[in-house]
């Protein structure tokens, strides 16, 4: 009966005593259009990125100069999302954070003063004031694509 009860305990899986569901909390971000690199300029000695570049516009339906152009705003619109400082929350408890829906800096601060108010006090004013952010992150990025769009326009004017 023993050597039966030790025979099927090396038929059990190893996963029975392991949780079914595991909890992978994975953020996947991808920039689809436009991921070239730098400001979009050709370098003339590098003919391979020339190639490269040649092509990516073609298979956007682009010129190359149309490519650039896109490249370039592209990047000053990133650039201008994460040099965007929010501030939200008082001088007891409050954060700072740049224009990315999740944010790439962020900073909490907790004063003496706000640790004295409690945890139910801090989580609720970190609740608020991270509202608060959001709202404001949002408003900065429809300026900073507003502001892509002028300077395409601009752009391609010239």
């Known amino acids: 009966m023993n050597i039966a ?6 038929f059990v899986s190893s996963n029975a005593f392991s949780p079914t569901f595991v909890n992978q909390n994975k953020v996947i971000t991808q920039r689809s259009m436009f991921s070239g690199g730098g400001e979009g300029a050709v370098l003339e000695d590098d003919p391979e990125k020339l190639k490269q570049m040649e092509a990516a516009a073609k298979s956007m339906g682009m010129s190359v100069e149309e490519y650039q152009l896109g490249i370039s705003a592209r990047n ?8 965007l400082r929010i501030s939200t929350g008082d ?7 740049d224009g990315n ?3 790439e800096h962020l900073v909490v601060k907790i004063s003496e003063a706000g640790k ?6 801090i989580s609720s004013e970190l609740k608020v004031a991270f509202e608060k ?9 429809v300026k900073a694509q507003q502001n892509m769009m002028k300077f395409i326009q601009e752009t391609a004017k010239a």
């Open 76 to 83: 000053r619109f990133t650039k201008e999302i994460n040099d």
């Open 91 to 97: 001088d007891d408890i409050g954060l700072e954070v």
């Open 5 to 10: 009860l030790v025979t099927a305990l090396f």
């Open 133 to 141: 952010a959001a709202v404001e992150a949002r408003a900065g990025r």
């Open 116 to 121: 004295a108010k409690g945890k139910e006090a």
């Open 101 to 103: 829906s999740l944010p």
